[in-house]
């Protein structure tokens, strides 16, 4: 896989209102990279990853996907890029009124040409991929919270994205299926040959799979640093990385340095 | 020592300036919590005081009810400067007493906004209100684009949400328009009845039950009983989507919100409400026509030849235009505030009932200036 950036943020400026909550965001995401986007509780993971699938406006500044903006193109024009992309919320986000099966069968029913025997082919494949054939006729609200986050990625890979995007995805579940979920990450990372960003502050998952990210502070409001993770635990400076990155045992960075 | 009642007992030193509290018997919640008011009458404290010595020898089973007691006491020594000695209570004690001290004080601001002066707050509410006008048009251009490409056949939405909306809003509603519409015909005709009977003119208590009911009653009446039972679900369905973030899944999965979820709605409205109005002007009729036979001996036929000589079609055509914009109210109504919704369950519930008013209102206005504007018209 060549190196090439897929994704681009420039001087981002993110605010509700007056509000704002980051600024002076700049960093690039490679293809096929794990991008990670950490930081402590309220800092603005999420509202980062709402700008960067274009559902809030940047207040400065701008996301580029291989150089295009989502904010200068006709409406059509973004509806097919947001096409591109695959995303996982973080409570799942299925559509209650549909059976898992309806959920991961709609983009292809509304963006494919396939026929209704195809297109229940590949839901039972895709859900196979997530483990969970065997309910596809389950509505949303009949499986557990776990079981959902993995129903929500089946449909996020329905059209085959280029970018997958995961809001908190190991959030409530336990360390093995967190662990299976990772696997997975990586699995569809190397399989689709696609982008990956991750909202999250399981340090596990963060060094597991994450080869590239973004450390967001709350107080200063901006970023303090980008790059591995495990390159950052190594080598930078900054205390409030180390401390987050150690789960707060390492207070004094200039004691520690790993190889 | 168990079952004991609670006491305090008090013994002053000689100098009359260190005071020794001794608790007594069993703190129990059930036996209510000790405020600082009592405290000062149970204690009585002198002025010459300079220390209070707490001790718990004798105290039997104690909970939160001491806890609460100690730190009014701890207010009232500090307030008359007395020192409080705590030390020989037990160690439980202490501890909770010293962890609900150790968080710093933090001030939270809980004081209110100041109040605007009154052509400050005149201003904001107006451009808020213009703002919500602006909103409206601006979701009104939506679904008319909408509604363009479904023409074009270029929508995307689920056929099958247009059929399940259509059974919900159709025959779901049968029985409750039904029954409504029903009893309405017979108010009609017994208010009609009593007045005509004094000129012996019953005859004409038909007439009026048709117009009053093909013009007017038929379509208002099924409108707001829909308000109330469809415009409102919609609210609440599109209201909690928003709030588990299904809205969004939609957008980026690159639908439109106004497509997806509410053109099959307009759809199934524009078609369904009609047809329970023209149900439901039946269904008035049929009460009309109850109380003419039972009660004013007008036969069937007499009743129905009387109607058709004197009420002419176009009093029904007017109901049914009216009901189709009553639909397009009622519809835009729910989904906007559904689609305005907060991430809250109690936003959900502010949606349901923001939407089921102003439909209401919408339906009386738009009623209302239709009216007018046949009465401009002279139909």
Redesign the interface.
């Known amino acids: 896989m060549t190196k090439s950036t897929h994704i681009e943020v420039n001087d981002l400026t993110m605010a509700y209102g007056s509000m704002v909550v980051q600024r002076d965001l700049s960093f690039a995401i490679q293809r096929g990279d794990i991008f990670v986007i950490m930081g402590g509780s309220g800092c603005g993971k999420s509202t980062l990853m709402k700008h960067l699938i274009g559902l809030n406006r940047p207040a400065k500044g701008e996301v580029l996907f291989s150089g295009q903006s989502l904010w200068q193109v006709s409406a059509e024009q973004q509806r097919e890029l947001l096409r591109r992309f695959g995303i996982t919320y973080q409570a799942g986000a299925l559509l209650s009124s549909l059976t898992l099966g309806e959920n991961v069968a709609l983009p292809l029913q509304q963006f494919t040409q396939l026929s209704a025997a195809e297109i229940d082919d590949l839901v039972r494949y895709k859900l196979a991929l997530v483990g969970l054939e065997p309910y596809q006729h389950f509505m949303p609200s009949e499986i557990s919270g776990g079981m959902r986050k993995r129903a929500s990625l089946a449909r996020a890979i329905a059209l085959d994205p280029e970018v997958l995007f995961f809001d908190e995805p190991s959030a409530g579940l336990d360390p093995v299926s967190a662990r299976l979920l990772d696997d997975l990450i990586l699995e569809l990372r190397d399989s689709l040959g696609a982008t990956v960003v991750i909202v999250t502050h399981e340090l596990a998952s963060i060094f597991a799979i994450g080869n590239n990210s973004v450390f967001l502070d709350p107080e200063t409001k901006t970023q303090i640093a980008t790059g591995a993770p495990k390159e950052l635990l190594a080598h930078c400076d900054d205390a409030k990385i180390q401390r987050f990155l150690t789960r707060g045992e390492r207070t004094s960075p200039k004691e520690t340095t790993t190889p | 020592m168990q079952g004991e009642e609670r006491k305090l007992a008090l013994s002053v030193a000689a100098d009359e300036t260190q005071v020794r509290l001794s608790l007594h018997g069993d703190w129990r919640l059930e036996d209510g919590l000790l405020s600082k008011e009592q405290l000062r009458a149970q204690l009585d404290p002198k002025p010459n005081w300079r220390s209070l010595v707490v001790e718990g020898q004798h105290l039997g089973r104690w909970d939160s009810s001491l806890m609460s007691a100690l730190r009014e006491l701890k207010a009232l020594t500090d307030e008359l400067n007395i020192a409080l000695e705590l030390n020989e209570l037990p160690q439980g004690v202490i501890r909770l007493l010293n962890l609900a001290d150790s968080y710093p004080r933090r001030q939270v601001s809980t004081e209110q906004a100041p109040q605007l002066p009154f052509f400050e707050r005149v201003g904001r509410r107006t451009r808020k209100a213009f703002k919500r006008f602006d909103f409206t048009l601006e979701f009104l251009g939506l679904l008319t684009m909408a509604s363009m490409r479904l023409i074009k056949g270029q929508a ?1 939405y ?1 056929a099958e949400d247009v059929r399940l909306f259509m059974l919900d809003a159709g025959p779901g509603s049968f029985k409750i328009v039904a029954l409504i519409s029903f009893l309405i015909g017979i108010i009609l005709a017994f208010v009609g009845a009593v007045q005509l009977r004094q000129f012996g003119a019953e005859i004409y208590v038909s007439s009026l039950v048709g117009l009053a009911m093909g013009r007017e009653m038929g379509a208002v009446m099924t409108a707001i009983i829909m308000a109330g039972r469809t415009g409102a679900s919609y609210a609440a ?1 599109i209201g ?2 928003q709030v ?3 809205i ?9 919100d106004v497509e997806f979820l509410v053109l099959p709605r307009v759809t199934a409205m524009l078609i369904m409400l009609p047809l329970l109005t023209v149900f439901s002007i039946a269904m008035g009729i049929l009460g009309g026509a109850v109380v003419s036979s039972l009660m004013l001996d007008i036969s069937w036929q007499l009743y129905i030849k009387q109607m058709s000589d004197t009420v002419a079609l176009y009093h029904f055509a007017i109901g049914l235009v009216k009901s189709i914009l009553f639909a397009v109210v009622i519809v835009m109504a729910g989904c906007i505030h559904g689609l305005n919704c907060g991430r809250s369950a109690t936003a959900v519930g502010k949606a349901t009932t923001l939407a089921v008013v102003h439909s209401i209102v919408a339906i009386i206005v738009v009623d209302s200036l239709v009216t007018v504007m046949l009465t401009v018209l002279g139909l």
């Open positions: 995307r689920r369905q909690s989507m588990n973030e299904e969004d899944a939609l957008k980026t999965m690159g639908l439109s």
